[in-house]
Every structure is written in structure tokens, then in C-alpha cells.
């Protein structure tokens, strides 16, 4: 998967990512790979669908995965995906610091 996402290979990428999940492999941190390819594309949107995808397997991304995808969305001028994003971060119990920075 790694392989994919430094290729920019985002098709072939998603195609493991399922395979992982089809065949039970599927661990919370592959999805990284995808959070860093959707990066060097700027791909908000599908960073969002994995994400949410992930967690609604009770895969949580790492707390750097997270990070990476609120990045994206702030570097996008994608306000409203970025607060999204620290918000399904902290349900998903990997980010806490959403509340101490709206307050």
C-alpha cells in the first residue's frame, strides 16, 4: 500500500485498502497510506469517505493520520472539512484538543 500511495497510484491504492478489508487484514494503520496519497493529490473529499470508512469498521487511524487529513483540508481552504475532521477525529477518541481550540 505504501508502494501505491508513493506512486500516486490512488485506483490500486483503494483497491488493497478493500482486499484488506474483504479479506479481515485490515489494520488502523493502513490507512494512512491513503491520507498521504490523497495529500500530494489534494483529494479532500476522499480523505473524508476513508477516514469515516475506517472508523466505522472500529479502525481508528493514528493521531498523525488525523493531523495529515486536517492538514489537507486547511491547506485546501476547505474550512468546513477541516472542522469536520477534528470533530470525527475527537468521537473517534484520537484527537481531544477540538473543544480546548474552539473555546
Do not use: F
Not at 8 to 28: I, K, R
Not at 69 to 75: V, Y
Amino acid at each position: 500500500m505504501n508502494g501505491y500511495a508513493t506512486g500516486g497510484h490512488l485506483l490500486l491504492l483503494e483497491d488493497a485498502l478493500e482486499a484488506a478489508v474483504q479479506e479481515g487484514y485490515a489494520q488502523p494503520n493502513m490507512v494512512q497510506a491513503m491520507v498521504r496519497c490523497c495529500v500530494r493529490l489534494g483529494d479532500v473529499p476522499r480523505t473524508q469517505r476513508w477516514l469515516q470508512r475506517w472508523v466505522s469498521l472500529g479502525l481508528i487511524p493514528t493521531m498523525t493520520t488525523w493531523h495529515m487529513a486536517i492538514d489537507l483540508a486547511h491547506e485546501a481552504g476547505d474550512a468546513d472539512a477541516a472542522d469536520a475532521l477534528w470533530r470525527d477525529a475527537e468521537a473517534a477518541g484520537a484527537i481531544v484538543l477540538y473543544k480546548r481550540c474552539v473555546s
